[in-house]
């Protein structure tokens, strides 16, 4: 048993490794960082988990969908509806609202077979642009343009005890919970996504993405896949919408803008397409790049003032467009991508590229 | 074991770095954050960017007011105000997050001028737990007046929007009694809360309204043309808009190229000359109109030697990004006047606690240059609305023209 494990430990790829370290990383981080710094990581964690969904949809199915602010939405407004009205356990939500938000998907995902990429593009916009006028409709229900506030979790005793006995500091905050609720939460299903994606639901998309009618001759159930990775990318959305409402502590229907699901999507982009670590960088990248953007530029004194407040004005939106386009030049596969085609040429170089080099597979295409 | 031994080992290393690096996050307790022996550092979020874009000039005008005390005053009693805007966008998350920046992470002593209902209500509650003075919101919502028993370290600023729709309630019974009143409005807090006003001011004469129409802010400007010609269809001669300026000069434009000739009230916050002369510049027949006021017009001639208006046009110089015609611009200064006034008052007693005492129940501000003259800015201990009062204005000859006196709303909403 013990050999075996042993075995198993120095068969292991290094990349095994790099995720053990990065998860330790992120598990030991709050105890390093102030509570409001844990509070920034908590959104780039929940980023990081939409991001996920939707990079199940559009890197591997192939499909796009810029409605995932909405699906944010709907997931935020069933956890603080749940909460606020009916007195739920917050925890209890979170798990609904990825459910209800799946399914809702899921439903979607039926007139999105009909749909090809353009048409399906401008079908989930619609979504996007309607959602937050319908969300004021039942007042009554959302709180109408007043929005709901849910008040912060706050984390229980043992956790508080732990945090105060590790960092020899105050007990943890209810921002650190969030974090760790988030970080939960991430770890859960990028794992869920990462098995997904290398048994035969992840092989059946990316042969649908690839060649619809090659994958039908084969006989896969394309319409069932397509709708299904629908289905999968609202829940996301759903729990990662649920722990958003949660970390900021208000929902309204401005917190779910048109540009949010921009953002989510040229995130995942940015991060690399068809990636399991793509999410995590386009997490950091889609909540890093609009605060930098306009704090750092502002903060910069030998930028005239001219300049600095037309570039803030228009900020977060120039550098979002600008980057992307950087990235689709210098990186098509995002900066996830960009990393592993460096690390196999290191290593081709480290092993000696003549004997070695030459005799490796091409890397999968990563086209949408 | 050879290979995962060094492996382990940084895995060790680097825990052992982690642990030691675990201090304590330092939460400083004193009750004067953010004030040293010579700076105040004050805070606001505000939207920069995105679609409310065009309200961003305020705190920029509120930070070229305080620069002017630092430098003829040498800051309030020897402290410089030290100002930190950050650009929420107008959504409530960045709100929320850049405010826990703001007063976690800069250690602000308050929070002033933050605008956008969404956004300030979001963070309401937090700053109340946090004991941090959330002071002259700028939003007339009057949740942030009226509800200060839950949120008593809340305070708003600009008349209540309800207040203002009494004050035209007023107007149209003392003169236009027969008027068949047509509503439009933005279906959300800031135009429910018009709508609320101008019905309670009617009281048993609301049935003057004959209907009333909504539209989205994420509607398309145009399609305000659907509301418009219905409400003409109903026999309207008595038009409210109720809207953001966007919308206003759109409504306007429509409104004449419809051929319909209502009379028309706009509400305050879209009467700035700037949007009004855009809408002239789209087609619209403007004479006529009416609304009301409470700060001084920069583009009124009538202020050309006032002594506020020029206080206001040597401030707006220290603003190089400010356009002194923007009636936004001399709002911030305005406010920044109040808030200059409120730290004065705190003398050497710089406490949150003191400072937001003197804001919510102490204010007595009757010289604010910058307002109309008899504007008092006003609050007591169980009175929590800084401003009431408003003057009517008619547009006509490219200007607003004051008409009558001040109507004052103090005591009516509640």
Not at chain 1, 142 to 161: E, M, R
Not at chain 1, 192 to 220: F, H, M, T
Not at chain 2, 206 to 212: C, E, F, G, N, Q
Not at chain 2, 218 to 234: C, D
Request: with cysteine.
């Amino acid at each position: 048993m013990y050999r075996q494990v042993q075995q198993r430990l120095r068969s292991a790829p290094p990349r095994y490794w790099l995720v053990l370290v990065l998860v330790l990383f992120f598990i030991g981080l709050p105890t390093v960082i102030t509570s409001f710094q844990a509070s920034e990581w908590t959104l780039v964690l929940i980023f990081a988990i939409v991001i996920m969904g939707l990079n199940i949809l559009v890197g591997y199915s192939g499909q796009i969908s810029l409605g995932h602010g909405a699906l944010m939405a709907l997931g935020a407004y069933t956890s603080a509806i749940l909460i606020h009205r009916y007195q739920v356990d917050y925890l209890v939500t979170i798990p609904i609202a990825g459910l209800v938000t799946g399914l809702i998907g899921f439903l979607l995902g039926i007139p999105a077979l009909r749909l090809s990429a353009l048409y399906l593009a401008l079908a989930t916009f619609a979504l996007a642009v309607v959602t937050p006028s319908l969300i004021k409709r039942p007042a009554g229900l959302t709180g109408g343009v007043q929005g709901i506030l849910i008040s912060s979790p706050d984390p229980p005793q043992f956790a508080k005890d732990a945090f105060a006995s590790v960092t020899s500091g105050p007990p943890m905050s209810s921002d650190q919970w969030m974090y760790y609720l988030s970080l939960i939460s991430a770890l859960v299903l990028f794992w869920l996504a990462w098995n997904l994606i290398r048994r035969r639901p992840g092989r059946a998309l990316r042969a649908i993405r690839d060649r619809e009618v090659a994958a039908a001759s084969y006989g896969i159930n394309i319409a069932g896949y397509k709708t299904m990775a629908f289905g999968i990318s609202a829940f996301y959305a759903g729990i990662g919408g649920s722990l958003y409402g949660l970390a900021i502590g208000f929902v309204s229907p401005d917190t779910f803008p048109l540009a949010l699901s921009f953002q989510l999507l040229v995130g995942t982009v940015v991060g690399g397409l068809a990636s399991i670590a793509g999410p995590l960088i386009g997490g950091v990248f889609t909540f890093w790049l609009p605060i930098v953007s306009s704090q750092f530029v502002g903060s910069q004194s030998w930028i005239p003032a001219q300049i600095a407040s037309v570039f803030q004005k228009a900020g977060p939106a120039v550098t979002y467009g600008a980057l992307l386009i950087v990235v689709m030049i210098f990186a098509p596969n995002g900066v996830a991508g960009l990393i592993r085609t460096g690390y196999m040429r290191l290593q081709a170089r480290l092993r000696g590229a003549g004997d070695r080099g030459t005799g490796q597979m091409p890397p999968d295409p990563q086209t949408v | 074991m050879a290979k995962t031994g060094p492996r382990l080992g940084v895995l060790a290393a680097f825990l052992v770095t982690l642990a030691a690096c675990g201090g304590s996050p330092g939460t400083t307790t004193a009750t004067d954050v953010g004030v040293t022996s010579n700076s105040i550092l004050l805070g606001n979020t505000i939207a920069q960017s995105g679609p409310a874009a065009a309200y961003g000039t305020i705190a920029n005008a509120e930070n070229a007011y305080f620069t002017y005390i630092n430098n003829t005053k040498g800051g309030v009693n020897g402290r410089k105000i030290n100002f930190k805007i950050l650009d929420d966008a107008y959504t409530p998350a960045n709100a929320v997050l850049l405010t826990k920046q703001l007063v976690e992470q800069d250690q602000v002593f308050a929070m002033f001028s933050g605008l956008g209902t969404q956004t300030q209500t979001s963070v309401r509650d937090y700053l109340n737990t946090k004991k941090v003075p959330q002071l002259f919101v700028a939003t007339g919502a009057t949740t942030f007046m009226a509800d200060y028993s839950q949120h008593n370290w809340t305070i708003g600023w600009q008349p209540p929007y309800q207040g203002e729709g009494r004050i035209y309630a007023k107007d149209v019974l003392a003169n236009h009694k027969a008027a068949k009143i047509g509503v439009l409005y933005q279906n959300d807090d800031y135009g429910q809360d018009y709508l609320k006003g101008l019905k309670d001011g009617l009281g048993s004469n609301s049935s003057m309204i004959v209907d009333a129409e909504s539209y989205d802010v994420t509607a398309a400007v145009p399609t305000l043309a659907a509301q418009l010609s219905k409400l003409k269809g109903k026999g309207v001669d008595t038009l409210f808009i109720f809207a953001t300026p966007a919308f206003t000069i759109g409504a306007l434009a429509i409104r004449t190229a419809l051929s319909w000739t209502p009379l028309t009230y706009l509400n305050s916050v879209s009467n700035p000359a700037v949007y009004m002369k855009i809408a002239a510049s789209k087609g619209a027949k403007l004479d006529g109109v009416i609304s009301v006021a409470y700060i001084k017009d920069p583009t009124d001639p009538q202020w050309a030697n006032d002594d506020g208006m020029k206080l206001y046009k040597t401030v707006i110089a220290n603003c190089s990004t400010c356009k002194v015609d923007d009636g936004f611009n001399i709002y911030g200064v305005a406010v920044a006047y109040t808030m200059v006034d409120v730290l004065t008052k705190a003398g050497s007693n710089m406490t949150r606690e003191n400072v937001r005492n003197i804001a919510v129940s102490q204010l007595d501000e009757t010289n604010n240059p910058f307002l109309l003259p008899g504007v008092v800015v006003k609050t007591t201990s169980n009175d929590h609305f800084p401003i009431t009062q408003e003057q009517v204005i008619t547009w006509s000859a490219n200007g607003w023209h004051l008409q009558g006196s001040l109507t004052d709303e103090r005591g009516t909403i509640s």
